[in-house]
């Protein structure tokens, strides 16, 4: 766990640095390939990062028992899946990994999903079906941010907060604060950037 820890905390700096640098930019050039993971989501249906490939998808880390950010950040991401559809955009996924996937079923997932006016469910994949050193390792390595397991007597993740946007090759190529300040006109921008590229 501590050599997770020492790894997560020199992703983090790293990923600040790269964050300043592309504020307010598409940077293409600026790729994190996302390692291969087949999970469940929230339809006990098997998701895979080959199923993703051929559009892009904005990536975010949340749990159901989530006492501070990740509420927040689901009604984030349903009004930036409300701007997608403002804008005509139709071919992308929104993948949400649970950082707490022992606890988190795909039934909890669906149920956490429901409690949020979400436009297009069918967009969404819940995931889970793994462990915490798994999800760890994916973020840490896919997204350069660190997951960490509570400390003894709490039930509480530490995650980023932050949306992720992954092109139709599978690489992580931006970041977005997913809690207070969304820039959802730059996400649209860079989603249909994507699109466009791609087309």
Known sequence: MKKLISAAAMVIMAALVLGACNAGKFQGDFSWEVQPFEYTNQH?????LEDLKGQPWL???????CTSVCPPMMFNMAEVQDNLAEAGIEDYKIVSFSVDPEYDTPEKLQEYLDSFEVADQSKWEMLTGYDMEDI???AV???????????QGSDQVTHASSFFLVNQEGEAV???????????EIIVEDMEALIEAGA
């Open 59 to 65: 990536a975010q880390f949340v749990f159901t028992n």
């Open 174 to 184: 931006k970041s977005y604060d997913g809690y207070m300040e969304v820039p959802h």
């Open 44 to 48: 006990d249906e098997k998701v895979s």
């Open 141 to 151: 390595k896919s997204f350069k941010v660190p997951v960490i397991a509570p400390p």
């Open 136 to 138: 760890a390792d994916l």
